[in-house]
Structure formats: structure tokens, C-alpha cells
RNA sequence: GCGCUCGUAGCUCAGUUGGAUAGAGCAUCAGCCUUCUAAGCUGAGGGUCAGUGGUUCGAGUCCACUCGGGCGUACCA
């Protein structure tokens, strides 16, 4: 908002006077206060292309800026030569009004109009629950998605899913075993097999259906163990995923790419572009021509694919669909994958800048500063739906959204309990809380007759300020695919929200005043409110 | 060995496309509730930004190397 104002009157300035130079405008918004509301560093910038020093050529910039003294209020040099625009009070507060006027919809964008975006996330294959890695890519995913949706974006959101294959198998032994178990403890379990109690549980529902004993450890016995092991598992995941506010729109199965032939006709177009051959009885890919080290097989000597064919083939699957952007969320233990598929697409004629992966790195549990293990194999795992039942939805969500994707994340059980000021989640629900509040008391503002130059006080401008921020940071937080920034950002807003809750009074003070201040508590409120939304946290009326 | 990634306050982490005096929360210490929710606010202490060198007006941020952690490096997914 305000650096649009920057740019278009430095844009003037600069064509006049250095017509030749191109150059892109950075705005920036100070850290400190005393340097104005947005800063600029062009003349530093223009100092090795002119031979001047930054500070000469400043000077020589602000003699002809031709601004609006109602818009700006004051242009000043600064240290090296920065250039800091501070704006007049009756801009910033006339800019407040616009935003009022959006009401609950400030913060939507319309840059992705007309394009679509595929977000394909948690993908977890149905073989067990959901556990805290699941829980972050879940999150991450879910995220990315919403932020898309702000920015005026088609979004789908997809789940790829694999019920074939060795995993699976493994489950319908596991299943059968315990079924078996329950009349006979002394049955084998299979030396590999999935040692969660979620076995059992299964095991035990396939015992009232089938009372009698299930005949021999035949394919189609094991056929039905699979097949109820998967309806049950996927059931599961569905239900903590919607506790999450997550539903997906298209749940894609590996196994269609076998069907529809899918897998088959990228063999054949690898064949005939030369970039597939025979060795060993396996087929292998030439990445080693595609830019990569090594080339990899594709087709086992078994006549089994490895799973690099099919993620090619369905990442086809998608440019076909003809999505602008397909986003990935991957766990770190995934990253293997993804230049194989990128080299895979882009040697079968897709452009793969398209293709944008995300790698989170893992989560670790604590508790009073100690590990909580994790471990599949005991069974002792701390599922995703134990720490929703322990912690609820809008805690789980955002300890998984608060650090960026890149570094591992620490989930801190004890703070994440702590029903108090030191879980940060509540900082942000309870501004919002508050200035519910407040409305309960106030009663209505009428819109129409606010006088917001009376917001004059530091803590007033500030929040404003912060305020005009958000679209900003949601374009910002979508680009980078980090939700954090937003968290961050929604944490300063909070926190200069409770400092003007603070200093400014509104209920008992002067009426034109108390309504200006209503204004932007309402304005501040949307934000929130929004910025939640986003996150998929819940954003209470009263704690 | 090679590839990716991370290393910032006692702890958990921010730090926009390089910008001005490196920030926040927790923890520690000191204050603020006859006034809209104290799940809040105000103040204090706390740093060799892992290390070395380089690029430039300017480096936590970019480059190279070193050290240390994580992940990967399959005819597993």
C-alpha cells in the first residue's frame, strides 16, 4: 500500500533524471521507527553507475520528487544514503478506511485468477495411523493450499496413495497373524510385519465378521485381510485429517497408473526418445544423459517398476491435467526422489519450474526437555491423533505451522499442554478474544461517520501500519511456501494490538474517538481473523 | 566418499530480493489489575550470528573451504 505510493512517485523521478540506468526499486520497511515508514536504498544503488557518492546522488533525487505534502510528509536522507519516505498521518488514516470497506475479504487477491495450482500432500499409504511427521506435512500442505486460494489461485488438493505392492502386503500378513492369534497366542507373526496395537484392533473386527477361522494363508484370504486393513486404515486417516480442518478433493491411486496403462506408456516413450535400455534384465533410465550421476532402474529384474516410474508417470499425470504449479510436500526422508522426477518430466517435453517440492524435516517429540521415542517397530508410537486428543486441533497446528519447513521441529509436549500465557497459540486467540469482547460492550459502529484522523497516538499509527502489511505478507508467505511468515507476522500484529488495548482506552472515552478506535480494533480483528483462517486455526470470541 | 539440509542469547526459534544499533518467546530479575478479559502490558540482564577467507559502499544473509548435527545416496517407497 504505501510502497506502491514509493515506487510510482520514485519511478517518475528516476526516468527523468537517469533515463538510461534500469533499475528495480526496493522498498523496504525500517525496523526502526526513527527511519521513516518505508526506505529506500536507489542511490546506493546508483552510486558505482554514476561515479558519485550515494549521498550527493540522493540529495539530487529528493530536489525532484514532485509528491503530494497530504501523501508524504517528509523526505530525508540517512546514513549511508538511504532514502525515508514518512508518510502523512491523514494518508495512512484515509488508507484505513479503504480496508474497512473490505471487510471480512481484506486479504484476498486476485494474481492467480485463471490459473490452477495442484497441492498433493500427507499422501500417506494406507498400512497404519497418521504419526507427528504425517502431521506436518499434513499441515504444510494444507497451508500452502489455503494461502493459494487467498491469491485468487484454483487450487486442488490431492492425496496420492499406493494400496498395492510390498507394504501392503505386509499389512494383510500382519492382519491375518493376528486374526490368527486370537484363537491360537502361538501363531507366528511375520519377522517384518507392522507391530502396532491398530493390528489388532483390525485383527479383532475381522473376527466378528469372520467368526470361523479364514482357511489357509491363501491369496485370497490375505486378499481380504488387505482389503479390510486399507478401508480401515484409510478411515482413520480421514477422520484425523478432517479433526484437522483438512479434506482433499482427489484421493489418486497408484494402482490407476497401471491400469489406464499409464506406466506402460512412459516405458514406451522413454524407449523411443533412447533413454531407456536393458541391463541385467532390469530396465534403466539414462539420467546419467539427463544431467544426473547415475542412471537407475525403472523396471526390476522381477518385472516390478521401482517407485521412480510411477512418480514420473503421475507427475505426468498432472501436467496433463494442466496445472500452473504443482506443489509436492515431502518428509526429508523423500528427497531422493525428486531430481529423478524432475529430470523425468522434463525429458518427456513438461517444463519442470513448474514443479515446486517441498522438503520438511522431521519432528521430534519432547517432554520436560526429554526425547519421547518414536519407534514404528514397538508400537509405542505417539500417533497423531494421541497429541490431538492430549493438546487439540489449533495447538497441533500451529507448533507444526510456528517453525519454518527446513529446520527440524522440536514439539515441546509440555508447552504445547500448558493451558497458559506460555503457549504462544493463545496470544494470538486471545487478541482476537478481546476485541470480541469489546464489541459485546461497545455495541455497533457506524461505518459511514468515522473520523480515523483522530488515530494520531504511535500505538494507533503503528497497528495501522501492520495492518496494510497483510496482503503483502500473504504473498509473500505463498511464494516462499512458508506458512511462517505468517505466523510471525500475525504475532507481531497481535502484539501491537494488545499494547494499543493497552493505551488506548475505548469504552468511557469521547465518542468520535472511541468509534475511530472501534475502527481499527474491527480493522485488526479482520486481520486476525483472516490470518487464522489461513492457518486453520480457530479464532475464538471469548476464552 | 558424494548429494541435500541445518548451525543465531541458557532453551526453542525469527531475521523478507544483501541494508542502518542482530530480534521474539520461554527461563531469570524488577514493576503494572477500584478502568473494555493480567492467556495482557512496561523495564533489566543475556550474542565471537559454528570457524576461516573472499565478493562490495555494506554480509547473519551471497561464494569457497573447514568443523559439527540431520537426511539421503537400492533391482525399498
Known sequence: MLKEKVILILENTLNKLYPEIPLEIICDTPK??????????????????????????????????????????????????FINFKFNKSFINSSLSKILELGVNYGRQNIGTGKNVNV?????????????????????????????????????????????????????KSIFARYMQIENPDYDFPEDGYHGEYIKLIAEDLKKEFPIELKGEEKEVLELCRKKGEEWCFAKIKQTLQRMQISQDIFYNEDSLYKDGKIEEVIQIFKNLGLAYEKDGALWLKLSEMGLEN????????????????????????????????????????????PDVIAGVKALGYEPDKVKVLIHQFVSLTENGELVKMSKRTGKSYTLDDLLEEVGEDVVRFFLLMRGIGTHLEFDLSLAREQSDKNPVFYLQYAHARICSIFDKAGEIDLKN?????????????????????????????????????????????????????????????????????????????VLSNGLKILGISAPERM
Open 120 to 172: 498433493e500432500y500427507v499422501s500417506a499409504n494406507p498400512t497404519g495411523l497418521l504419526h507427528l511427521g504425517h502431521g506436518r506435512n499434513a499441515v504444510i500442505g494444507d497451508t500452502v493450499a489455503n494461502l493459494y486460494q487467498w491469491l485468487g489461485f484454483n487450487v486442488t488438493r490431492e492425496y496420492y496413495f499406493n494400496n498395492a505392492g510390498n507394504q501392503m502386503n505386509n499389512l494383510a
Open 295 to 338: 542412471d537407475r532402474v525403472i523396471v526390476k529384474s522381477s518385472g516390478e517398476p521401482t517407485y521412480r516410474l510411477p512418480d514420473i508417470a503421475y507427475h505426468r499425470e498432472k501436467f496433463r491435467r494442466g496445472y500452473d504449479l504443482i506443489v509436492d510436500v515431502f518428509g526429508a526422508d523423500h528427497i531422493a526422489t525428486v
Open 450 to 526: 468515522v473520523d480515523l484522523s483522530l488515530l494520531n497516538s504511535e500505538e494507533e499509527q503503528n497497528l495501522i501500519k501492520k495492518i496494510f502489511l497483510f496482503p503483502e505478507t500473504i504473498r509473500a508467505s505463498a511464494n516462499k511456501f512458508e506458512a511462517q511468515i505468517l505466523t510471525e507476522y500475525l504475532r507481531d500484529l497481535a502484539g501491537l494490538f494488545h499494547v494499543f488495548y493497552h493505551n488506548c482506552r475505548i469504552i468511557g472515552t469521547e465518542h468520535n474517538l472511541a468509534n475511530a478506535r472501534l475502527s481499527l480494533a474491527l480493522a485488526t480483528r479482520n
Open 32 to 81: 526502526n521507527l526513527q527511519h521513516g515508514d518505508i526506505s529506500v536504498n536507489v542511490a546506493m544503488q546508483l552510486a558505482k553507475p554514476l561515479g558519485k557518492p550515494p549521498r550527493l546522488i540522493a540529495e539530487e533525487i529528493i530536489e525532484n520528487i514532485q509528491s503530494d505534502s497530504q501523501v508524504i510528509e517528509n523526505i530525508e536522507i540517512a546514513g549511508p544514503g
